[in-house]
């Protein structure tokens, strides 16, 4: 078994293993962190991001000056954000035999694999998954798409170059396997591949191995994995959460005696507790409005936004912000709404009950009937005209570099009464403020992480007690800047293997046993023999017939009547020719009994010698020797067949023959 | 995950407008319905009992109280009351009836209260007279007791109440000898009675044995009774008994027994040696023995508990005979491991060592405390360290080694993190033993409890006058301030214990709460100035914090508060320090970000605190440019509406503090022309008059009491009607507590307008000194214009009884300030009087509508003069029930319930 590891970001995985005969891609996780190097992508002319100077090496040399701006201090790939994709060249891709998603943030690589691997599996994943996800990719293409830039900048990829310039462009990993992104097109084609399933469904994969996906209870329709032959369980754990959130909650009994348990997607921000940051979130949130500025919070379409805005459903009454607009700016802003409502069965048990009320299960219903809050698909259109401040804006995209957030940043930076609260824990938010330097509008990072924390996993591990732990190797240290907290890695027995990027992983764990079945004419015809208290042994004589991995011992086929030959035969000619079989034989010979058979029999001067793996009975007179082993027996005599045979009579009377 | 909803946070007990209210301030109705026809159910001659039950006592009770009422004949009934010391007749004629039903065991007593206060009674009578004369007058008494010695199916409540009953009666010599005669005692008490019996089995009825011998046993004759009945043995067995109300009472019985055996102080000069002790005394105390040495732990606890109450009450001389001897015992169990029953252990050491009997030098007890001290685990030894430190003359190296023992947790603390233990060199030597290491690092579980428990004693320690000097104030802020910094994740201890102690005390609520406490009562002392800098940090840190809990941040905000006041004030000047007010700079943004918080504790933590600043800096420079630069004051203003009660009340309290202090900010814009404070009148008089919640009113109430008393500026304008509103608002409130404030702001507006300083005490003063300013009539004139005694008069005759126990102060305060006045003619007999006095009246029968109208000052003090607010004083003064706490009406009661008195069932229909 082999785990291939084709990405190096924990939250973001895209693994493949090797089991039995098939070749399962686990999550195909796209790196977006990439687009930081980027300038952003206004959707407005920026006379403040074109009138960047450009950067120059050292000596003055100014050749990358179109390719790369200099803005306080930090260096921008001015050119279309570009993603890391997974590994592609560590294993071919185009035999991956399925893919199996864990949840939508895990699926934005998905295009690339299936469009231009010469993949032709079937990707796997549940409804709510796909369906977000697509709202994802749709944004994110639109998002690039409407604001078309001509330039696109390759020189700096080049190993040479990338050399010389500063971090974290120098840093940066993979650069020339970076892709622009992918299509409507592609992304259609990708979603057409996939194949829905819900949970605890069991789905055979070429008779090998089954696999099922289980509640995850991080968003909805995320799921684990559990990957299992007749003798072997793989778990795959991604993107887990066990606080109460709108989704189902996390099936954890199901994890329970795997052999392997891949755990991936735990918190990013394993020091920050969610529920802390809600609060900190609406305290500065209220602040600010309160002073008459505007909050922005750059977020995904899909995901904590639920949460957030049932939280400031709550609030926003007691907070006396009633009158505030709040705004979700986003292509797919109605559709993400609109979906959430209807996703009754992937809800936590209380959102499920509200359907049959009948209600919404999220609040954001009432909000939005309430004018409260209000969801247009860009800035251009109603939007400019409804606009008013003070007011909170939702959009996206979470790294600031293309999207709504974009103009927001440009039209509201320049005023410390404004604030932008990070929620998202996907970008480093000193990374993503770094093209807009310099910032007057306030600053908040009250990052909502609601995947399993160390503590979290480790009760999860103590419960489920896999034999054996597999990771990213981010997991198995402290994080490095806070590397005294030994709190913060994954403690568990025997330790966890790590793994990293383009790393493959032998996991230490060997199949043993195969399943075969017999055929009942073949097992009614069997004749076992107890030869311990709950065993019984049997001969048998049979075909093994192996289709689709199963395994079937079928009656072996009676010998096809001659043809044109006599009429009647023997009955001696009947029986088929095959050798006549040897009775098998079991048991142990008991030396100190066996040498009182001999005397009995009158061998005298038998002497016993021991030896590693047994004793050898020398009967000196008769110059023979009988070497007894664990699983062999030998007479060695001097042509005396008489002799022989009476001693390997004598022999067998201790031992069981069936 | 909306925010607050994963945490339940306990609501204030006293939720509401004053009709859940925490226990002690509920409103209790005034007995003040007068008058013949008067009833308390205030429908006259009709009684509230419900249909299909039988009826009870309370019609009898309630003719009685109709019968008593305000003025002299509340006088007698209060004489006839529950504290009557001989029996009267009526009892008398009713007690056999009762003694009848007790002993019937068809008619079973459902209320075994009533069998309580009835031997609460029988001990009143016995205690004032004879009890043989009170057997001999009542022979039902007897006869009852001779009747439980039958076999029959008696409730074991009324057999328990027999035991004590005839326990309380032979507590006098006499009484006992006369029921000795007749064999009653060895009967009851004995193996004929219910100890061989199947009731025997009930708890009730052994603990009534028990109760019954403990009365019963205060004289020599009892002594020999109980040696020659066995009951010690009984004694003896029951302090393993299932029932540990039992066991408990068994102990406390055997330490009464050996005190009433062994000599008195006064009877003679005692034999100290213990061979002479009488046999009893020697039994117990070998009994006591035997159980040291014994080997279950239950057993050892006993004699532990039975000798800690003995030296705890008893301080003759042969207490330190008795510990002489036992002594080596006691000490032998520290050889143990683990030391058995070690709670019980430091309980009797600290016992012994507080007794003034023993002269402890004499004795070895330091020796076998100091042994103590180094076998006990550090949990276990914390306790008694404390207690050591409590004591007075106490060796100094004993002193020594038991602060050591508090200190240890924290040097391990100290250690794991790997910092200097301080200069002081008191935690020098206690780098923190192996034990307490081990204890700390195992479990979370057991590093928590210790850690807590530790600290929680050495704040107890901090403010006594004999803590130990010099005290290791560096070294206990360094350790407070690195708990702290665990708890919150900042510390970065490098050696594996640290970073082990990190791991468990990360996000723990409970340290974090303790060493909050502890921190702040360090206040108190001094630091280094690195240190104090240290202990602000992490205080802003968990004021920062999104992970503090509400309760954490409110502990930050008060141990804030408390650092903030201790630091050193600059010369001559009460404002902050320079680097208070820097940290003050740090602070307020995150007030505001807290005042903002959606958790509603958070929010009222953060008004609290911001009233305690205002309150002690609002007059400071410094304090008011920080604050009036900051959103702080805006933010304040805002929270008068917010949903919560609680928080609205806060916000009214501290708007009313900014607002004294002239830091509410003027809104910007022109068309605001009336100015902040004019409209914060308005808003609170607003919320006054609309707010659905009793809490923002009643602090409304106390903002304008404590505005009128300081002639706030808007008050100050028209005072007047300021007070004519308020009070008009005031009298209408459904809240007694807003009501009873109203009369506290009447009193001062009453004190102002008469010109005399207040006085703590209104009754107190005397009319000599009471001359008004001025003609009177003038000076009562504001009074009556704002209509304050139509307010006070009303009040008089309140529901609740603290309004009228108020404004009957108020009245007589009135009362005596114009006594020596006699300008003003007496107009008793006008018509006006008469018509006030009739509205009266029918306020006192409960129709409030009618209003007095204008008063003139001659007209009001006629009124006042006519009240009896002496009486209704006194009458207030009362409990609610004491009008029906008469041992008759007990009787009747008992009666009444199983249905022998049936004359009064037609009443109640």
Not at chain 1, 441 to 447: A, E, G, Q, S, T
Not at chain 2, 787 to 816: H, M, N, T
Not at chain 2, 882 to 897: G, I, N, R, Y
Request: with cysteine; charged share 20%; aromatic share 6%.
């Amino acid at each position: 078994m082999k785990l291939y590891c084709l990405s190096g970001h924990p939250t973001l995985p895209c693994n493949v293993l090797k089991f039995k005969s098939t070749t399962i891609m686990l999550d195909c996780g796209l790196d977006m962190t990439s687009t930081l190097n980027f300038l952003p992508l206004p959707l407005v002319q920026s006379p403040r991001l074109s009138n960047l100077p450009g950067w120059s090496l050292k000596d003055g040399n100014a050749f990358l000056d179109k390719e790369l701006k200099e803005c306080s201090g930090h260096v921008f790939v001015d050119s279309v954000p570009e993603f890391c994709l997974p590994e592609t060249e560590l294993i071919d891709l185009s035999t991956v035999d399925v893919i199996l998603i864990s949840n939508y943030h895990c699926m934005m690589a998905l295009p690339y694999i299936t469009e231009h691997t010469g993949f032709s599996g079937t990707v796997y994943a549940t409804e709510p998954t796909v369906q977000i996800g697509r709202l994802l990719m749709e944004e994110l293409v639109n998002f690039i798409e409407r604001v078309p830039k001509a330039q696109s900048a390759s020189l700096w990829k080049n190993k040479d170059i990338q050399r010389l310039l500063p971090s974290p462009l120098k840093d940066a990993v993979e650069v020339s396997t970076w892709r622009r992104c992918y299509t409507m097109q592609e992304v259609n084609s990708a979603l057409s591949k996939i194949q829905l399933v819900g949970y605890s469904q069991k789905i055979e994969l070429f008779g090998a191995v089954q696999v099922t996906p289980l509640s995850s209870g991080y968003a909805l329709g995320s799921s684990n994995w559990i990957i299992q032959s007749h003798y072997e369980k793989v778990s795959y754990v991604s993107g887990s959460s066990l606080l109460t959130t709108h989704p189902q909650p996390m099936d954890q009994a199901s994890l329970k005696n795997s052999d392997v348990l891949i755990l991936t997607g735990l918190t990013q921000i394993p020091t920050a507790n969610p529920d802390g940051m809600v609060g900190e979130f609406c305290s500065n949130l209220a602040l600010t409005v309160r002073n008459g500025g505007n909050v922005l919070v750059p977020c995904y379409p899909s995901g904590v936004i639920y949460d957030l805005l049932e939280c400031l459903y709550q609030y926003i009454d007691s907070a006396g912000l009633s009158n505030i607009p709040f705004y979700f700016i986003s292509p797919v802003a109605n559709s993400s709404l609109e979906f959430s409502q209807i996703f009754a069965e992937w809800l936590c048990h209380n959102k499920q009950t509200k359907v049959y009320l009948p209600e919404p299960p999220f609040p954001h219903a009432e909000l939005i009937q309430t004018n409260k809050l209000k969801h247009y698909p860009s800035l251009h259109g109603d939007f400019s005209s409804d606009f008013r401040q003070p007011c909170v804006v939702f959009t996206g995209h979470p790294s600031l570099r293309f999207g709504d957030v974009v103009h927001f940043m440009e039209l509201w930076g320049k005023s410390s009464l404004n604030t932008v609260i990070f929620t998202e824990p996907d970008f480093s938010y000193l990374e993503a403020l770094a093209p807009y330097q310099p910032l007057a509008m306030k600053c908040i990072y009250c990052p909502i992480d609601t995947r399993l924390n160390f503590i979290q996993v480790s009760k999860l591990l103590k419960e489920v007690q896999p034999l054996h732990v597999v990771c990213p190797e981010q997991y198995t240290q402290p994080p490095p800047a806070q590397s005294h907290r030994m709190d913060l890695m994954i403690d568990c027995q025997p330790p966890a293997m790590s793994y990293r990027r383009a790393e493959v992983l032998a996991l230490p764990f060997k199949r043993r046993y195969e399943k075969i079945e017999i055929m009942p004419e073949l097992a009614d015809a069997l004749v076992p023999m107890e030869i311990k208290p709950g065993i019984s042994l049997a001969t048998v004589s049979a075909v093994l017939h192996t289709k689709d991995n199963k395994h079937v011992l079928q009656p072996p086929p009676r010998p096809a009547q001659p043809t044109g030959g006599k009429k009647r035969k023997r009955a001696s000619e009947d029986i088929p020719d095959c050798k006549v079989l040897k009775p098998l034989l079991s048991g142990s010979i008991p030396v100190e009994q066996f040498v009182q058979t001999l005397e009995k029999h009158g061998f005298s001067d038998i002497k016993v010698e021991d030896t590693a793996k047994g004793h050898i009975v020398l009967l000196q007179e008769a110059e023979t020797l009988i070497q007894i082993e664990e699983d062999s027996t030998h007479i060695i005599c001097d042509n005396d067949e008489m002799l022989r045979v009476r001693l390997r009579d004598l022999v067998l009377k201790f031992l069981q023959k069936f | 995950m909306p925010a607050g909803s994963s945490g339940t946070y306990h609501r204030r007990l006293c939720e509401g407008d004053g009709s859940v209210l925490p226990v002690g301030r509920r409103p209790v109705s005034a007995p003040l319905r007068v008058g013949p026809q008067g009833s308390r159910s205030g429908l006259p001659g009709t009684l509230r009992v419900s249909r299909g039950r039988r009826p009870c006592a309370r019609p009898r009770r309630t003719r009685q109280v109709a019968r008593s009422g305000v003025g002299p004949a509340a006088a007698e009934g209060r004489a006839a009351g529950i504290s009557s010391l001989t029996m009267d007749p009526e009892c008398s004629q009713l007690l056999p009836a009762l003694c009848a039903v007790l002993a019937d065991p068809r008619q079973p007593m459902a209320d075994d209260t009533c069998l309580e206060k009835l031997l609460d009674w029988f001990k009143t009578i016995t205690e004032a007279g004879s009890s043989l004369l009170l057997l001999q007058g009542n022979p039902c008494l007897v006869e009852l007791l001779c009747h439980m010695l039958k076999p029959q199916d008696l409730s074991s409540r009324v057999l328990a109440f027999s035991l004590r009953l005839t326990g309380v009666l032979a507590a006098q010599e006499d009484c006992f000898q006369y029921l000795q005669q007749g064999e009653l005692l060895p009967k009851l008490f004995g193996e004929a009675g219910p100890l061989g019996g199947a009731a025997w089995t009930s708890p009730t009825v052994r603990s009534g044995w028990i109760q019954g011998l403990r009365s019963l046993a205060q004289h020599p004759s009892a002594l020999h009774f109980l040696a020659d009945c066995g009951a010690v043995d009984t004694i003896f067995s029951l302090q393993e008994d299932s029932s540990l109300f039992v066991a408990s009472a068994a102990g406390q019985l055997l330490v009464h027994i050996l005190g009433l055996s062994m000599p008195g102080p006064a009877g003679g000069p005692p034999s100290l040696q213990a061979g002479d002790w009488p046999a009893c005394a020697q039994k117990i105390v070998g009994h006591i023995e035997e159980s040291l040495r014994a080997t279950a732990t239950p057993q050892i606890t006993q004699a532990l508990n039975v000798l800690t109450t003995t030296f705890g009450h008893c301080h003759d001389p042969w207490t330190q005979v008795l510990w002489v001897r036992l002594s080596p015992l006691v000490a032998g169990l520290l050889e143990k491991d683990p030391v058995p029953a070690a709670h019980s252990l430091v309980d009797l050491l600290l016992s012994v060592a507080r007794s003034p009997g023993l002269s402890s030098s004499s004795c070895g007890l330091w020796e076998t405390l100091a042994q103590t001290l180094s076998h006990l685990s550090p949990t276990q030894a914390g306790p008694l360290a404390l207690g050591i430190l409590k004591l007075q003359d106490c060796p100094q190296a004993l002193r020594a080694q038991a602060f050591a023992v508090l200190l240890q947790p924290l040097a391990c603390v100290l250690k794991a993190t790997a910092q200097d233990p301080g200069p002081s060199g008191v935690l020098d030597g206690i780098v923190g033993d192996s034990m307490t290491a081990d204890m700390l690092l195992p479990s979370k579980a057991a590093c928590v409890g210790l850690l807590c428990r530790t600290l929680a004693h050495l704040e107890l320690l901090l403010p006594l006058p004999q803590r130990p000097c010099p005290w290791p104030q560096a070294p206990l802020l360094g350790a407070a301030v690195t708990l702290l910094q665990l708890c919150g994740g900042s510390a970065r201890p490098t050696s594996d214990a640290g970073r082990h102690l990190c791991a468990l005390l990360l996000g723990c609520v409970r340290v974090q709460r303790a060493a909050l406490d502890f921190l702040g009562t360090l206040s108190e002392g001094t630091g280094p100035r690195e240190l104090v800098t240290q202990v602000f940090a992490v205080l802003l840190e968990y004021l920062r914090s999104p992970d503090s809990s509400p309760t954490v941040l409110k502990k930050a905000f008060q141990a804030t508060f408390r650092w903030l006041l201790s630091s050193p004030k600059t010369p001559g000047c009460w404002d902050l320090d320079p680097h208070a007010l820097l940290f003050l700079r740090d602070l307020l943004p995150v007030l505001q970000k807290r005042l903002c918080s959606p958790c509603w504790e958070v929010r009222d933590s953060g008004l609290e605190f911001l009233t305690q600043m205002t309150r002690h800096w609002g007059g400071q420079a410094g304090f008011r440019h920080a604050l009036l630069a900051s959103e702080v004051p805006k933010l304040t203003e805002q929270l008068l509406r917010d949903p919560e009660s609680y928080v609205r009340a806060s916000a009214v309290t501290a708007m009313g503090q900014l607002s004294s202090q002239g830091l509410c900010v003027p809104p910007a814009g022109p068309e605001h022309p009336g100015g902040q404070q004019k409209s914060l009148l308005a808003e609170l008089l607003h919320i006054l008059s609309t707010d659905s919640e009793g809490f923002p009113r009643r602090a409304v109430m106390q903002v304008f009491t404590q505005w009128l008393r300081d002639s706030h500026a808007d008050v100050a304008g028209d005072t007047e009607q300021f007070v004519a509103g308020v009070l008009q608002v005031a009298s209408q409130d459904l809240d007694w507590e807003v009501r009873a404030q109203g009369l506290e702001l009447a009193l001062v507006f009453l004190e102002q307008t008469l010109g005399q300083p207040r006085s703590h005490c209104p009754c107190a003063v005397t009319p000599a000194v009471a001359a008004p300013v001025g003609p009177l009539a003038q000076a009562l004139q504001p009074l009556c214009r704002v209509r304050l005694f139509e307010f006070a008069f009303r009040a008089l005759f309140d529901c609740d009884r603290p309004v009228a126990q108020k404004s009957c102060d108020l009245l007589l305060f009135l009362r005596a300030k114009t006594a020596s006045s006699g300008s003003l003619q007496e107009s008793r007999s006008s018509p006006h009087v008469a018509s006030v006095e009739a509205a009266l009246q029918r306020w006192q029968a409960g129709d409030q509508a009618q209003p007095l109208g204008d008063l003139e000052p001659e007209v009001v003090l006629a009124v006042l003069r006519s009240l009896d607010l002496e009486g209704l004083q006194g009458a207030l003064a009362e409990s609610s029930d004491h009008v029906e706490k008469s041992p008759q009406s007990l009787l009747q009661d008992m009666l009444a319930t199983v249905g022998v008195l049936g004359g009064n069932e037609a009443d109640c229909y």
